[in-house]
């Protein structure tokens, strides 16, 4: 049986199966958009796709602090949209 890569959501900070959270990523021109499939390269970070958690998200700027761009309000309604 193969291990399952565990990530941390950066909202409630509770480790998930990869599987489970959503990935955003940073494209190589600067831009964030949520990777489906999980193995985009660039940096990513991982969130929940419960409401509370894109709710944290959204308030705190989680997303621009985790990837280190900033994050437009677009990219959180997708999110809310998704879950």
Do not use: F, W
């Not at 991982?46 to 894109?54: D, F, K, L, T």
């Not at 309000?73 to 809310?80: C, K, Q, R």
């Amino acid at each position: 049986m193969s291990k399952i890569p565990q990530r941390m959501c950066i909202a409630c900070r509770v480790m998930k199966d990869k599987r489970e959270l959503v990935r955003c990523r940073v494209t190589p021109d600067g831009t964030v958009e949520i990777d489906p499939t999980g193995k985009k390269s660039g940096r990513g970070a991982y969130i929940c796709s419960a409401a509370e958690c894109v709710k944290r998200a959204r308030k705190n700027n989680l997303l621009s602090k985790a990837l280190g761009v900033e994050v437009g309000p677009d990219l959180y309604d997708a999110l809310e949209k998704n879950g």
